[in-house]
């Protein structure tokens, strides 16, 4: 168990004098709490999976120091690092029973055979495993398979960190949400510090107590789902955190007035000077948008579809040029919105402004 | 959903049919045909029923005696050429180049026996082999070894055998190569995170993985090695005496030799079989070989 800290640490895959912006991993600094569950968030390519190879040791960065509670690690062998990895396809031993497989990390270490099993035994239970000890490990569905390849971490005594690379891929979707409950009651139980990689943002805020959001290489914000959901940092968290994404507009920003195509809408706070020549954009969720009867004073809009989520209606509207998503109200009637013509209500404490894509925090 | 009866489709069935029919069925059940007969040449065949089986099958015959021998060298000529070919092929494969130049390169250079016509393999071992002008013959001589495979059954067996892993061997490398280059990187991390050792990644991954190509390439090296001719017809001739004639050489002199067409025959038949049940007995065998044998009392499903 450990804390992990990162450094300075980037990497490129084409060497250090390549074009640093063009670096897989941009520079960054961060610590992971140990016993802290984590998820790193972001679309494919944005180098959250070669963060986590760094982290295991798979990959060695161009520069920057991993250190493990104050110990430099970074010219360690993933096997001296003492962490476990999930990876994204089922890892098993095809030739070994389960048992086997569970009690290989240790065997390779030399742990004497009565710990051994002791060990085995007491994780299978824990995984609910402990019927199929004595069976072929290439014989179960992927889900079992998969809590093989955690057990083989989790046997090992004082392992510091558990690394998940998306390892739901290839699970049923019914057996997912299990999986990850299992996850979770692991996690309270052993008290280890758990790092997820995955490019479902459900999975990501329903596992972590913390998320780190990547964008191209470099951590955009790091925080609770809550947060994040809340107040995105970065119109990229805005987008890709919440179904739909929230709604980023150009507009203009004065003292505790934006105005989005022409039409004031009153803010919470108070803007001072925002940075000259920055993009100014306005940011809401379409959760703190409404739709409501044309009327004056609103923002009037064209509503050219309604997406019926069961729990939710969302509303795609157009604002002259700008589309933007908004809620229906779960009592307005279908004939209301027939019309076509809509107001929007806004949620002043959730609007937010974003200056260069970096959200402004105002004043009270 | 009814499905309609459509008798029409054993048209399409057809052109398959005729070809293995042409190709396969007919020339055998020539050779059946042949089995159960006798012949004095001018074409005049006698009806001999099941007569030349009896007498192959029968070791204190003539023609039983010489089947036994041959067979018997067959078997021991496989077991010696694939208990050093799929070892040697799979650490050959262990061994060559992930990424790189090096992969095609050694690619090509492992390919090469394998596009050399047999015969021109034997003519060039048997001139390697030679003691007045062959490199081989004459460097071993030149080194106080009485090396003469013309003279010495030994020595003819040895040359033999090493020309065969010399031809053969890229084939199980190549095999086994395929193999390991499907294997996921992911496994051999995981093995790393899990501390496993150089000979527990062979024996926990690559070599479980590398069962379906290994199946094919002791199918392939037995089947070929046990059909061996013309390396060993050109490099020894099936001497000295008679201690290299393999069974498709004692085929060869029956039936064009001696023109005994039924006992050639008769001969053909039993060799295909034999071919065929050790084949399926490796396949059964590798196959499941390693399955999951469930506990007495768990109901199978």
């Given amino acids: 168990m450990a804390c992990i800290e990162l450094v300075d640490l980037a990497h490129s895959y084409n060497g250090g004098n390549a074009d640093p912006s063009t670096f897989a991993l941009k520079p960054l600094s961060m610590t992971w709490r140990q016993g802290g569950a984590y998820a790193l968030l972001g679309p494919s390519g944005c180098g959250k999976t070669t963060l986590l190879n760094i982290i295991s040791g798979i990959v060695k960065p161009t520069r920057g120091k991993i250190l493990f509670d104050g110990t430099d690690v970074t010219p360690l062998s993933t096997e001296r690092r003492n962490i476990a990895q999930v990876f994204q396809f089922p890892v098993i031993y095809d030739t070994m029973t389960v048992g086997q497989n569970l009690a290989f990390p240790l065997k390779n270490r030399g742990v004497p055979r009565g710990e051994i099993e002791a060990r085995v035994s007491e994780i299978a239970r824990l995984l609910d495993l402990a019927a199929d000890l004595p069976r072929k490990a290439n014989r179960l569905s992927a889900d079992a398979k998969q809590k093989i390849s955690l057990g083989r971490g989790l046997v090992r005594a004082n392992v510091a960190a558990i690394l998940f690379d998306e390892p739901l891929t290839v699970i049923d979707p019914a057996l997912k949400w299990e999986l990850r409950s299992k996850l979770k009651t692991l996690h309270r139980a052993l008290d280890l510090t758990m790092i997820y990689v995955t490019h479902d943002q459900t999975e990501a805020l329903t596992f972590a107590d913390t998320v780190v959001v990547m964008h191209d290489g470099a951590v955009v914000q790091t925080g609770t789902p809550e947060a994040l959901f809340e107040r995105p940092e970065h119109t990229f968290v805005g987008y890709f955190i919440g179904s739909p994404g929230m709604n980023v507009v150009p507009g203009e920003v004065h003292g505790r007035e934006a105005r989005i195509a022409g039409h004031a809408i009153g803010l919470d706070r108070t803007y001072g000077a925002l940075p000259t020549g920055a993009r100014i954009e306005i940011g809401v969720r379409p959760e703190f948008v409404g739709i409501a009867k044309p009327a004056p004073g609103l923002l009037s809009a064209r509503i050219e579809r309604i997406d019926d989520l069961g729990r939710k209606r969302f509303a795609w509207v157009r604002v002259g040029d700008l589309k933007m998503a908004a809620s229906v109200p779960p009592d307005m009637s279908p004939h209301m919105l027939s019309g076509g013509e809509a107001g929007l209500v806004f949620s002043p404490r959730q609007i937010h402004v974003y200056a260069d894509s970096r959200r402004v925090e105002g004043t009270a | ?301």
């Fill in chain 2, 1 to 301: 959903m009814e499905k309609t009866v459509n008798h029409k489709a054993w048209l399409l069935v057809l052109p398959a049919f005729l070809l293995v029919a042409f190709s396969a069925i007919i020339p055998l059940m020539t050779v059946v045909n042949y089995s159960v007969q006798d012949t004095f040449g001018n074409n005049q065949f006698f009806w001999n029923g099941v007569g030349w089986y009896q007498e192959l099958l029968d070791p204190s015959s003539e023609l039983g005696g010489r089947f036994f021998v041959s067979l018997w060298r067959n078997l021991a000529f496989s077991a010696i050429v694939l208990a050093i070919e799929i070892p040697l092929g799979i650490v050959v494969a262990l061994s060559m180049p992930r990424e790189g130049w090096a992969v095609a390169a050694s690619l090509v250079i492992l390919a090469l026996p394998l596009l050399i016509p047999w015969n021109v393999v034997g003519t060039i071992w048997q001139i390697f082999g030679r003691s007045d002008i062959g490199l081989l013959g004459f460097a071993l001589g030149k080194l106080g070894l009485d090396y003469n495979y013309v003279s010495n059954p030994i020595d003819a067996w040895m040359t033999i055998v090493v020309m065969d892993v010399w031809h053969w061997t890229s084939l199980v490398a190549l095999l086994c190569y395929a193999g390991l280059k499907s294997i996921p990187d992911a496994f051999y991390q995981a093995a790393s995170i899990d501390g496993a050792s150089r000979w527990a990644v062979f024996t926990a991954i690559q070599l479980p993985k590398m069962k379906r190509v290994l199946l094919i390439a002791v199918l392939l090296r037995f089947m070929d090695s046990f059909m061996i001719y013309t390396e060993p017809f050109v490099v020894t001739g099936g001497g000295p005496g008679n201690s290299t004639t393999f069974l498709s050489i004692e085929l060869v002199k029956l039936a064009l030799g001696q023109f005994d067409l039924g006992k050639a025959a008769a001969l053909s038949i039993v060799y295909n079989l034999i071919v065929l049940i050790v084949c399926w007995v490796f396949y059964t065998v590798m196959t499941n070989a390693g399955e999951d044998r469930r506990p007495a009392g768990e109901g199978g499903s």
